[in-house]
Nanobody, 120 residues
Framework: QVRLVESGGGLVQPGGSLNLSCEAS????????MAWHRQVPGKPRELVAL??????AEYAESVKGRFTISTDNVKTVTLQMTSLKPDDTAIYYC???????????????WGQGTQVTVSS
């Protein structure tokens, strides 16, 4: 069974920085497409950043120039967040598209979420 474990959330003042990390555990063949989403209660979940195996990174307009997604191309994805704003407050989730066995279809897995709060 594949499990994604996130770490690095917390409370930070506006203008500050945080690094989120997500690591896949369990048995799998390969991973392609890793991403970070965030959600504020009462609002739709938002795609923040994604990285493919090329690698190519894409970002939501609201975080471009402030957030950086990176991966070891094996089982870890990180999100470096700088110049944080109160509007960045949300629960952040990592996702990975995982092929559990060779020739099996890819399945999307989600982490449990980590709270990021930007407040003075």
């Amino acid at each position: 069974q594949v499990r994604l474990v996130e770490s690095g959330g917390g409370l930070v003042q506006p203008g500050g920085s945080l690094n989120l990390s997500c690591e896949a555990s369990g048995t799998f063949f390969t991973i392609s497409g890793m991403a970070w989403h965030r959600q504020v209660p009462g609002k739709p979940r938002e795609l923040v950043a994604l990285v493919t195996g090329i690698p190519t990174a894409e970002y939501a307009e609201s975080v471009k120039g402030r957030f950086t997604i990176s991966t070891d191309n094996v089982k870890t994805v990180t999100l470096q967040m700088t110049s944080l704003k109160p509007d960045d407050t949300a629960i952040y989730y990592c996702t990975m598209s995982v092929q559990t066995r060779q020739y099996f279809p890819f399945t999307d897995f989600w982490g449990q979420g980590t709270q990021v709060t930007v407040s003075s």
